[in-house]
Nanobody, 126 residues
Framework: QVQLVESGGGLVQAGGSLRLSCAASGRTFSSYAMGWFRQAPGKEREFVAGISWIGGRTHYADSVKGRFSISRDNAKNTLYLQMNSLKPEDTAVYYC???????????????????WGQGTQVTVSS
């Protein structure tokens, strides 16, 4: 089992940047594929970005491609999401998620993930 704690959210103006972190504890972090999801008020939780267990593969939602970057530091047991050129429509609670496994797959479906953090709020003002 792994425990996930997100941080780095906040209030930022449109066009600004934020970096989210997800600290993992418990079982070996490097043995998990990881992902970021977000949920805006009144909307379903949606995939943002995913990364394979050793970081060799990444995948992004079309809405964030070219603006967001997912990375991981397995030595620090930490997942990151660098968010640039933020837009008001990026406002949401952001969650990190973990799926045990050492394949090179990147997972985009909520149901693929076994563990979730509590979320961190990102608010982008216009």
């Amino acid at each position: 089992q792994v425990q996930l704690v997100e941080s780095g959210g906040g209030l930022v103006q449109a066009g600004g940047s934020l970096r989210l972190s997800c600290a993992a504890s418990g079982r070996t972090f490097s043995s998990y594929a990881m992902g970021w999801f977000r949920q805006a008020p009144g909307k379903e939780r949606e995939f943002v970005a995913g990364i394979s267990w050793i970081g060799g593969r990444t995948h992004y939602a079309d809405s964030v491609k070219g603006r967001f970057s997912i990375s991981r530091d397995n030595a620090k047991n930490t997942l990151y999401l660098q968010m640039n050129s933020l837009k008001p429509e990026d406002t949401a609670v952001y969650y990190c998620a973990a799926k045990p496994g050492t394949s090179m797959s990147v997972y985009t479906m909520r149901g693929s993930y076994d563990y979730w953090g509590q979320g961190t709020q990102v608010t982008v003002s216009s």
